[in-house]
């Protein structure tokens, strides 16, 4: 299948969405873990919540690595998605240094 042809917006495809609703449920356990705990929560790696967290986060860069590679010759509809993707990702990672 010739991947210009593609009519399916890149937010509605399995590789723009997935990435996407994997940082909101690291982001949803860490707002959780916020409200729970407060700002001077415990500092732990070792937790399920944390392993799964780290599965999601990690699990992402070929899923994400995937979607550009196969929307490089559409870049100007990829780009927004991947952009979202990439801010979900950053801010997941500065909550969690909260």
Same mark, same amino acid.
């Given at each position: 299948?010739?991947?210009?042809?593609?009519?399916?917006?890149?937010?509605? %495809?399995?590789?723009? +969405? +997935?990435?996407?609703?994997? /940082?909101?449920?690291?982001?949803?356990?860490?707002?959780?873990?916020?409200?729970?705990?407060?700002?001077?929560?415990?500092?732990?790696?070792?937790?399920?919540?944390?392993?799964? /967290?780290?599965?999601?986060?990690?699990?992402?860069?070929?899923?994400?690595? /995937?979607?550009?590679?196969?929307?490089?010759?559409?870049?100007?509809?990829? %780009?927004?998605?991947?952009?979202?993707?990439?801010?979900?990702?950053?801010?997941?990672?500065?909550? /969690?240094?909260?």
């Amino acid at each position: 299948m010739n991947p210009q042809a593609d009519s399916t917006p890149p937010l509605l %495809r399995w590789n723009g +969405t +997935t990435p996407l609703l994997m /940082s909101l449920v690291v982001i949803g356990m860490i707002v959780a873990d916020l409200v729970r705990h407060g700002l001077h929560a415990p500092r732990h790696d070792e937790g399920t919540a944390d392993h799964i /967290s780290i599965l999601l986060m990690f699990g992402q860069i070929p899923i994400m690595a /995937s979607f550009a590679l196969a929307g490089r010759h559409e870049w100007r509809r990829v %780009r927004p998605v991947l952009t979202l993707q990439v801010a979900l990702w950053g801010l997941t990672y500065a909550l /969690s240094l909260l």
